[in-house]
DNA sequence: ATTGAAATATGTTCGTA
DNA sequence: TACGAACATATTTCAAT
């Protein structure tokens, strides 16, 4: 992991361009501009140096999973067990599309991954058939979540 | 929570046009037009069916904590001692800026969260000073992510 | 750091196929 | 659905302050 070691100062202006797109990326900068008062040029000039240091990671679009049926959202623990399989155990997660998220932790276990699965049954089988089948995994504790309350980034 | 029933059928090129976006909010989408090789009106009208079904739920800016100084993630298993408390639990969950998610969730905890501090000391004060004064919160169990190997959206 | 202006590129709507 | 044309906006760069 790369430790990021940049400087930066952001004043109230840089903090209110940062809202704006965080909130919808698709924001014209020219109507930010006539939102804070300043010129475009300007907010653009602005947003080069945030990027420059890396504070913008990028920017995307948020679908619906459940739209495409995806319902639900899981943490599964996952024990592994030998430390230096981990690697090939992430680059088997990797694999699974139906896999978000996937952190080695402390604690009781090797990894903790989040899965977005359409149902149960599809859950289940995410678990038993590619979960478990994975080398180095001895076991797995699951955690449905039955509805997400809180979903946002760190403010600015 | 809405349950979502909307039927839509996604083909190839909304395929596209949705990998785009999500790669990058801010693609215009007359170069995507020109990728796929249709008008850039098709590509408004197909967004806009896109969006109409709420497959698109936004777009935002992704933004990297750690150039803030937020660098120590950890998940947060909390046991509340009334389940009639969990409302107002999250409610004040709400109101730590460091609480990332929030999941109700099967099994042991009654909650899960996410939450993001500078370094150990920050997360350990959020810990007893926040989220151990909430009301109805008996223990916690803290896993810290050393390291995030996955982070994405569902396929599309 | 900020501006306005100019050049280029994009977003959006609409009539038509 | 898709197209092209027309119009409205936005992005980007630059010289000047």
């Known amino acids: 992991m790369k430790v990021v070691n940049e400087q ?12 704006a797109l965080m909130n919808d990326a698709r924001t014209p900068i020219l109507s930010i501009a006539r939102e804070i008062g300043i010129s475009g040029a300007a907010i653009h000039q602005r947003l080069r140096k945030l990027e ?7 920017s995307k679009f948020i679908i619906n999973p459940k ?6 959202m899981a943490f599964i623990g996952v024990y592994l ?12 997660l990797e694999r ?10 402390t604690g009781n276990w090797s990894l903790l991954i989040k899965i977005l699965c359409k149902d149960n049954e599809h859950l289940m089988h ?3 058939h590619k979960i478990q089948a994975i080398k180095g995994v001895s076991r797995t504790e ?11 980034q760190i403010e600015v």
């Open 8 to 19: 930066i100062t952001i004043d109230g202006i840089d903090k209110k361009i940062l809202r």
């Open 96 to 105: 699974i599309p139906e896999v978000m998220e996937c952190h080695y932790t």
């Open 81 to 92: 067990d030998k430390a230096m399989r981990n690697p090939d155990a992430v680059k088997e």
């Open 52 to 58: 420059d240091a890396k504070l913008i990671a990028g």
């Open 126 to 128: 995410i678990l038993n």
């Open 142 to 152: 699951t955690f449905i979540s039955l509805d997400q309350q809180i979903d946002r």
């Open 67 to 72: 739209v495409l049926g995806y319902k639900t």
